[in-house]
C-alpha cells in the first residue's frame, strides 16, 4: 500500500524534474525589502532552499515552515509566493497552494516557465477547471517545457478538466464524512470490512505502528494494520492488529472475504492469506506463484464464494512506474490458476488499483488514472455480464471523486454506505478513511444520468447473519454449507467464527440456494433461500440452535420440495436428500422417523394420506442410496401437529413440512 504514496511523490518529482534549472530562484537583492528582520528572513530561505533544490518533493515539507517564516517577513516576493505555492502542491494543502501561486502569478505571470502549469494543478484541484484549462494552454505554448512535462500529460489533463466540469455540474446525492475516531495526523489508508458492516480492518503510518520505525525513503513510520467495530452505528477507537499481522516492516490491508475469515496483507510487493482461528488471525501465508510474481502485487479481493481473486500486478519492478492492471485468478480445490489479465475496456493504459468485488459476486469497483478521470485516482464500477464479459467501467462520480486521488472503495452489501481513502480538505494529514452515505436508496450510486446505463449499485443479494449454539445455549463451532438446490453443487462453504459463533453468507440473487448447518455430534439444520425473482438487497437474521444427536432429537428439512397436491420427491431436493444420507452413515447406530406434516387446508384424510406419501416418498429415496429401510420409519401427520398458526400464509407454508427425528 506503501506503493500509492511512493508514486505520488515520484510523479510529482518528475514534473518538477522536468523544470530543473527553471525554477525561481529566490534573488536576495530582490528579497531585501526592508532591513528589519532580514537576516533571520533570508537565513530561513537559505534553509529552505536546502530541501526544496533537491527536487525531492518528499523534502517539501521539510522546506515548508522556513519558507513560512521568511514569508512573514516579506509575503509580496513573487518567488517566495511560488515555492511556497509548489511545496502546498505536493502535500495536501490544495487551498493555501492556489492561493500562493495566484500570488506569484500576479506580481509575476512570467517568473517561471512552470508557475503557470503549477497554478493550472492548483486550480484543478481546487475545481477551477476553466481557469485551470486556461493555464495549461498558456504552458503549453513553451514548447521545450511542454516537451519535458509530455504534451500528453497535459493532454490528459485538460480531458479530465472536462470530465471534472461535466460530473461537479450533475453531483450524486451522498454525503462523505470524515471518520473521526479511525483517522489520525498521519496517513490512513486501505478500508476493508465485513459483508455486514461490523468490522473494519485497515492500514495506518501513525506513531506507534511497527514499532515506531520509519521508511528512509518518505520519513514515514512504516504500515501497520488496525482494526474498528461498528457498535450502535459508531465506528470504535482502532486498536494495533497485533504480532500475528504485523511485523517491524511494512504490513498493509488488502481485502476481506464477506464471512470475515480470510484476510489478505500486502508485504515487500507480494500477497499474502491470513485466516481467523480462536486465537486470533494466523500468520500470514505468501499465496502461490500463479498469483505472486517478480513484479508488484499491492491490491486485490475475494469473490462471494472465495474461489475467486481479483489482484492487481504492475507492468514491473518499479513502483513508481507500475502502471498496474488488474488481474483474474481462480481456485480449483487448493490450487489457484495461473492469472488473467482483464480485457482492455476494464484495463487501461494507465493505472489501476484498489480492486473490490460486491458480495453480489459480479459488481467489481476499482479506481483508475484512466477512463474519464476526472484527475487522479476515480473510483469505478463495472459489471460482470452472464456472458463473461464486463461492462464499461462507470465513473462514480463527484463528490466521491475529486480531481485528487480516490482509492480503496468498499461498499456495504446493502449498497447505502461506502468507505474510501481520500485526501480532503478536512483531512487530518496525509490520506483519511471516508464514509460516503448515499442519501437516496432509489438514486443509483453513479454519474452517468442516462437511463439505459443506470444499473444501481445496490447489490442483488441476499446476506445472511446469525449465530450458532446449541439446545443449551452455549456457542458452537459449525461448518456453512450452501447448496444450489436446481444444480445439486456445493457452491460456497464458510464456518463460523470459532471466537463469537456467529456466520455472515452472502448470496447473490438467481439460484434456490440450501444451507446447512453442521457440526460433529449435532443434527445438521437446513433453511432454503429461493432468490430466483429477487432482485434487491435482504438481509436476514437466522439464529441457530443444533440439536445433540439423541433419540427425540429432531429438526425440519427445509430442502424438500413437492409439487402441490403431489407426493414424488422434486429434484431439487438432491442435496438435502444426500445430508441425511451422510447423516446416517456416519452415525450407523441410529434410526429415523421421517414425518409428513399438512396445513389445514382440504379434508383431515385427505391430508393424512398427502403427508404419508410425502414421508414414504423420502424414505424410499433413501432406501434406493444405500440406506437400510430397517433404520427408517415413515409417519404422515396431516395437519394434526401444526407449527404455526393456520390463518396466515407464512403460517401455513410453516405448516407444510417433512421433519426428520432420532428414534
Known amino acids: 500500500m506503501n506503493k500509492v504514496l511512493i508514486i505520488l511523490a515520484f510523479i510529482f518529482a518528475a514534473q518538477l524534474g522536468a523544470a530543473q534549472g527553471q525554477e525561481a530562484a529566490i534573488d536576495q537583492a530582490k528579497f531585501k525589502t526592508k532591513a528589519e528582520g532580514f537576516s533571520e528572513a533570508w537565513k530561513n530561505v537559505k534553509n529552505g532552499n536546502k530541501f526544496f533544490d533537491t527536487n525531492n518533493p518528499a523534502m517539501f515539507s521539510d522546506a515548508l515552515p522556513y519558507y513560512l517564516d521568511a514569508y512573514k517577513y516579506n509575503s509580496e516576493n513573487p518567488e517566495l509566493n511560488y515555492r511556497i505555492g509548489v511545496c502546498q502542491l ?46 495549461f494552454n498558456e504552458f503549453s505554448k513553451n514548447k521545450a517545457m511542454l516537451a519535458k512535462v509530455g504534451s500528453a500529460t497535459i493532454k490528459q489533463y485538460k480531458e479530465q478538466c472536462a470530465t471534472g466540469r461535466q460530473l461537479v455540474q450533475n453531483p450524486v446525492d451522498v454525503t462523505i464524512t470524515n471518520i473521526a475516531t479511525i483517522n489520525s495526523q498521519w496517513p490512513d489508508y486501505s478500508p476493508i470490512i465485513t459483508a455486514d458492516g461490523s468490522m473494519m480492518l485497515f492500514t495506518s503510518r501513525r506513531e506507534g505502528s511497527s514499532n515506531n520505525y520509519t521508511d528512509k525513503v518518505d520519513g514515514l513510520y512504516n504500515e501497520d494494520i488496525y ?9 470504535q477507537p482502532p486498536v494495533n492488529a497485533g504480532k500475528s499481522l504485523n511485523t517491524d516492516a511494512h504490513d498493509a490491508t488488502v481485502a476481506l472475504s464477506p464471512d470475515g475469515l480470510s484476510l489478505l496483507t500486502y508485504t515487500m510487493g507480494d500477497l499474502y492469506i491470513s485466516y481467523m482461528k480462536k486465537e486470533g488471525w494466523t500468520k500470514p501465508e505468501k499465496l502461490p506463484s500463479t498469483i505472486n510474481s517478480e513484479l508488484i502485487e ?44 482483464l480485457p482492455p475496456n476494464i484495463n487501461t493504459k494507465y493505472d489501476e488499483d484498489g480492486v473490490y468485488m460486491l458480495p453480489d459476486g459480479k459488481t467489481l469497483i476499482f479506481s483508475s488514472k484512466g477512463h474519464n478521470s476526472m484527475g487522479g485516482y476515480d473510483i469505478f464500477k463495472t459489471t460482470l455480464k452472464s456472458d463473461g464479459t464486463w461492462t464499461d467501467p462507470v465513473n462514480l462520480g463527484y463528490p466521491i471523486n475529486t480531481p485528487a486521488d480516490n482509492v480503496y472503495y468498499v461498499l456495504s452489501a446493502d449498497g447505502k454506505t461506502g468507505y474510501y481513502s481520500a485526501e480532503r480538505s478536512d483531512s487530518k494529514g496525509y490520506t483519511d478513511i471516508y464514509m460516503v452515505t448515499y442519501n437516496k436508496t432509489e438514486q443509483p450510486a453513479i454519474a452517468d444520468k442516462t437511463p439505459e ?83 434487491t438487497f435482504s438481509q436476514k437474521e437466522i439464529n441457530i440452535s443444533l440439536q445433540k444427536i439423541e433419540g427425540g432429537s429432531k429438526t425440519v428439512l427445509n430442502n424438500l420440495f413437492f409439487d402441490t397436491d403431489k407426493w414424488d420427491v422434486k429434484p431439487e431436493s438432491e442435496s438435502e436428500l444426500n445430508q441425511i444420507v451422510d447423516l446416517m452413515t456416519q452415525n450407523a447406530g441410529i434410526k429415523l422417523e421421517i414425518s409428513g406434516h399438512t396445513d389445514s387446508s382440504g379434508s383431515k384424510e385427505h391430508n393424512k394420506a398427502l403427508s404419508e406419501k410425502r414421508a414414504n416418498s423420502v424414505v424410499e429415496w433413501l432406501e434406493a442410496h444405500g440406506i437400510n429401510k430397517a433404520r427408517l420409519t415413515a409417519r404422515g401427520a396431516g395437519d394434526s401437529e401444526p407449527a404455526a398458526s393456520n390463518a396466515t400464509e407464512d403460517g401455513r407454508k410453516a405448516n407444510r413440512r417433512v421433519e426428520m427425528k432420532i428414534l
Open 90 to 135: 505536493s502535500g495536501n494543502d490544495r487551498e493555501s497552494a492556489l492561493k500562493y501561486l495566484q500570488a506569484a502569478y500576479s506580481s509575476n505571470h512570467a517568473l517561471t516557465p512552470m508557475l503557470p502549469y503549477y497554478l493550472a494543478r492548483a486550480e484543478m484541484l481546487n475545481l477551477m477547471f476553466n481557469e485551470a484549462e486556461e493555464h
Open 227 to 235: 482494526i474498528s467495530y461498528n457498535k450502535n452505528g459508531q465506528w
Open 298 to 341: 499491492n491490491s486485490a479481493c475475494f469473490s462471494y464464494d472465495g474461489n475467486t481473486i481479483y489482484f492487481i500486478r504492475g507492468r514491473n519492478q518499479d513502483p513508481a512506474k507500475s502502471n498496474g492492471d488488474i488481474y483474474v485468478s481462480k481456485r480449483s480445490g487448493k490450487t489457484w490458476s495461473r492469472a488473467v489479465k
Open 453 to 535: 446505463s443506470q444499473p444501481s449499485i445496490v447489490s442483488q443479494m441476499t446476506l445472511v447473519t446469525g449465530s450458532v449454539v446449541d439446545n443449551q445455549g452455549n456457542p458452537i463451532t459449525a461448518d456453512v454449507e450452501i447448496y444450489d438446490n436446481d444444480k445439486h453443487e456445493l457452491v460456497y462453504s464458510t464456518s463460523t467464527n470459532s471466537a463469537t459463533s456467529r456466520y455472515v453468507v452472502s448470496l447473490p440473487a438467481g439460484p434456490n440456494y440450501g444451507m446447512s448447518i453442521k457440526a460433529d455430534g449435532y443434527l445438521f439444520h437446513s433453511e432454503n433461500f429461493n432468490l430466483k425473482n429477487d432482485s
